[in-house]
């Protein structure tokens, strides 16, 4: 692994020449994809209306093998990320664990690609037709990630002429990746999950659980909040809790 570029999560075939890991969840842009100059308010509403056009998938529901179902949680996660504050566990006092999430994102977002791929329709006319929207979208959650980058989704966009586009900002974050160059695995060479998902995948969920209502403090009970407060004081009294069953929404000041 060269310097400064950290790993997404075991793969298993990245090219010899690149990296052998999927790097953080970092994306850049082609030096030939072409990106819009910037105006926000046009990219923003450019950037609905890609993520707004859908086609009927000519695959059924399997419940997230199939690149479609998995494109549908990229699609939600880049905007949300980048745009409604997603990205705000990145500032979370546990480093190591926002390290492993950030890569995380980044090996679910190229195995996606390379799925793609596979499926052939990772493509300038395919039938997804707002790939090239979201991958901008990952480029944009990757500036929030320091020291993270993922040239490989440029490498894919560039590989594939598919025009990034619909993101504020883009010019500015594609302008340094000119001569940019990554190498990708491929299914031939390295089978269908090149970037080693499913190892990933596996190895974050040890130890901890995903999902759940274990970070909700209103389901605790008091005693476990007043544990875990600065001031051994439980901060949701009976006040509060009603306040909050009735659809009040409590602010620090």
């Not at 090219?15 to 100059?37: G, H, Q």
């Not at 504050?85 to 546990?94: K, L, P, S, V």
């Not at 759940?212 to 051994?232: C, E, V, Y």
Request: hydrophobic share 40%.
């Amino acid at each position: 692994m060269p310097p400064k570029r950290r790993s997404t999560g075991a793969a298993s075939g990245a090219s010899k020449k690149a990296k052998t890991t999927a790097p953080e969840a970092e994306a850049s842009s082609p030096a030939s994809a072409s990106a819009p100059a910037d105006d926000d308010r046009d990219e923003q509403h450019l950037a609905y209306v890609e993520l707004e056009k859908k086609k009927k998938p000519k695959q059924k529901c399997d419940g997230g093998k199939t690149c479609r179902e998995q494109w549908v949680i990229c699609e939600a996660l880049c905007p949300f990320i980048w745009y409604l504050n997603g990205g705000d566990f990145a500032m979370a006092d546990d480093g190591e664990f926002v390290d492993e999430t950030a890569k995380l994102i980044g090996n679910l977002f190229l195995a996606t690609l390379a799925r793609l791929e596979f499926e052939g329709v990772l493509a300038a006319d395919s039938e997804v037709e707002d790939l090239g929207c979201v991958m901008a979208g990952m480029l944009k959650v990757a500036s929030a990630f320091r020291g993270f980058d993922l040239f490989y989704v440029a490498a894919y966009a560039k590989k594939h002429g598919i025009t990034l586009k619909g993101v504020p900002g883009l010019k500015a974050l594609v302008d340094d990746l000119e001569g940019e160059e990554e190498e990708l695995p491929n299914a031939e060479e390295h089978g269908e999950d090149p970037w080693g998902w499913a190892d990933a995948l596996a190895s974050y969920k040890k130890g901890r659980k995903i999902g759940g209502d274990d970070l909700d403090i209103t389901s605790w009970t008091p005693a476990k909040r007043k544990q875990h407060a600065f001031n051994k004081k439980d901060p949701l009294g009976k006040k509060e809790i009603d306040a909050i069953k009735n659809g009040m929404v409590m602010m620090l000041g």
